[in-house]
């Protein structure tokens, strides 16, 4: 139908620069890349290509083809697609958007290149502007716009519109978050770190594949008579918290009311709030509190020390109604401060029939090397606490689970790879040397070999030869490290993971102040543009892009009220 409305030259011109991607189980255009050295010629193209689209989804809204809301898309810029998002996600709050509207009066005795740096020539683009300041008008307050006129050529009258611009833009942001200082509710740290760690599960299970064996076996310690606690344990990357977020939905499907069912998960270390374990202690007792309408033996305060919230908590067990059934889950047991890998000085011993307690670990933790060695045998020590309890341990996938891990994310995302594409993959499913390190495939390895395949059209027909080189998780994430560095600029993506790893940890203002302070990662930022006069410093908004994009593999904890960020 596309192609129908287009002139012979229009889709020559469409197909040099669109190319079919049958990855995608329903098939779509996406646009070739650009090579870096025809952005001139690319420049030409671009305009043709936007009066072409243009063109061509008029045609299909007349004919009923496509929507007001699809045609607008090929309208207008990405700019004000989000001013439209904004106006209509708070269209009950108005209050909370600012605009500042400037008119140039001599803006026509200026040639053509200066006037392209304020104004659009495009006709219609005009047109569309226009429309979206009218909408902008129509439903922000009177007192939150705000209206300049300027003579940019005389320059006493320039100067006074820029002081009274910086003037009114500091008044009204300084207004809005005096405002909204004062809408903001009284944190809740309890409900926060619930929801904290409730989000993380839900992540968790977007990425789990189903291991029945291991879901059965903890099936059957949660029914069984047995007290002492159950122990999940496998090497790092082998599921152990995507197990341990599968068990928390499941298992109100193992009793007949689940209605009798408390469930109290913590990824510890996963929060900010969850590497030392007095919180996670606190927040808990708080929880039951709350469910089971108790009040603890003693009262609770930062003075509290662990074994006596270990002491609170055992006597809070005892206080369950027997008709009701909890499950206490602690995940992760391996990213506590090493002074908390000896559980039997916070883990309560004694748990009634009612009360089932899952945990989870690495089987040791090994630091430094050569005489400095220290080992922290975190199962050992678990095993000899717990001389009865329940352990499972979680082995990596075979090469067929690994083949059907793989299958079923692809077709949860709606994606398939070319025949060409999984003779790249299927070397990465086969379990290699443990000469090598541990074997694989763990499911963390293939969730990172997921990642890489997601980048991939169904026209990349030539192998990226560091791709086949990957055999292990170390290998994955370095190539992971080495695409960010290509997106981010090599020396600044590097030295801030750098940076972060050998401090230890940072917030997210020194981590700045840091690369502000290092002149190779400045001089490989500003090469293309200079930067402000007064203030000579890295961009914020770098950092926050490496962040978002190295969001999931980023662990903040609070330190002295301070969020720090570690690698």
Not at 219 to 238: A, E, H
Not at 252 to 260: G, K, R
Not at 293 to 310: M, R, V, Y
Not at 402 to 425: F, I, K, N
């Amino acid at each position: 139908m596309f192609k129908s409305i287009l002139t012979v030259d229009e889709s020559t011109l469409i197909d040099e620069v669109y190319v079919l991607d049958n990855n995608l189980v329903e098939p779509v255009y996406v646009l070739r890349p650009i090579d870096p050295e025809k952005r001139e010629e690319w420049q030409i193209i671009e305009k043709d290509l936007v009066v072409i689209l243009r063109r061509a989804s008029d045609i299909c809204l007349a004919n009923n083809k496509i929507t007001q809301s699809e045609r607008n898309q090929f309208h207008i810029s990405v700019t004000a697609k989000e001013i439209i998002r904004a106006l209509e996600n708070n269209i009950t709050d108005p209050q909370r958007m600012v605009a500042f509207f400037r008119v140039i009066e001599d803006i026509d005795e200026f040639d053509v290149k200066f006037k392209s740096k304020f104004i659009d020539t495009d006709h219609e683009t005009e047109i569309l502007l226009n429309e979206i300041k009218s909408s902008i008008r129509e439903k922000l307050p009177l007192e939150n716009q705000f209206n300049y006129r300027v003579n940019w050529k005389d320059v006493s009258n320039r100067t006074d519109y820029l002081t009274k611009f910086q003037i009114d833009f500091y008044t009204v942001i300084k207004r809005q978050i005096d405002y909204y200082m004062t809408k903001i509710q009284a944190k809740d740290v309890l409900y926060n770190e619930i929801f904290e760690h409730a989000i993380q599960c839900r992540m968790l299970n977007e990425r789990y594949f189903s291991r029945d064996e291991i879901l059965d076996k903890v099936k059957t310690f949660v029914l069984s008579d047995v007290s002492q606690p159950c122990t999940l344990f496998g090497k790092s990357g082998s599921g152990k918290s995507s197990i341990m977020a599968q068990i928390a939905i499941k298992v109100l499907e193992w009793f007949p009311n689940p209605n009798s069912i408390s469930v109290i998960i913590r990824f510890l270390g996963a929060t900010p709030l969850s590497s030392d374990i007095r919180r996670p202690l606190m927040s808990i007792i708080q929880q039951i509190c709350t469910v089971y309408h108790l009040t603890p033996s003693s009262l609770i305060q930062d003075s509290t020390t662990i074994q006596e919230l270990k002491q609170i908590l055992q006597n809070l067990f005892m206080q369950i109604p027997i008709i009701e059934q909890l499950i206490l889950l602690f995940d992760s047991i391996d990213q506590l401060r090493v002074e908390d890998y000896n559980c039997e000085k916070w883990l309560p011993i004694h748990y009634p029939p009612n009360i089932k307690c899952i945990l989870s670990t690495m089987p040791m933790i090994t630091e430094g090397n050569g005489e400095q060695k220290v080992e922290y045998k975190i199962l050992d020590g678990l095993q000899s606490l717990f001389p009865n309890g329940t352990m499972i341990e979680i082995k990596e996938f075979d090469r067929d689970l690994a083949q059907q891990v793989l299958c079923s994310w692809l077709e949860r995302d709606g994606r398939r790879l070319s025949p060409l594409q999984m003779t790249w993959l299927k070397p990465k499913l086969e379990p290699y040397s443990p000469k090598q390190g541990d074997p694989e495939p763990t499911p963390l390895f293939l969730s990172l070999v997921y990642q890489i395949t997601q980048t991939w059209h169904s026209f990349n027909n030539k192998p990226d030869r560091d791709f086949l080189k990957i055999q292990s998780t170390r290998d994955a994430i370095n190539y992971l490290y080495n695409q960010l560095s290509k997106k981010h600029g090599d020396i600044l993506f590097k030295r801030a993971m750098t940076y972060l790893r050998l401090a230890g940890g940072l917030s997210e203002s020194e981590l700045e102040d840091i690369l502000s302070a290092d002149d190779k990662v400045l001089q490989s930022v500003f090469v293309h543009y200079l930067p402000p006069r007064n203030i000579f410093r890295l961009p914020g908004t770098l950092w926050i892009r490496i962040r978002n994009d190295m969001h999931q593999y980023l662990i903040e904890k609070e330190i002295d009220n301070t969020l720090i960020i570690y690698l």
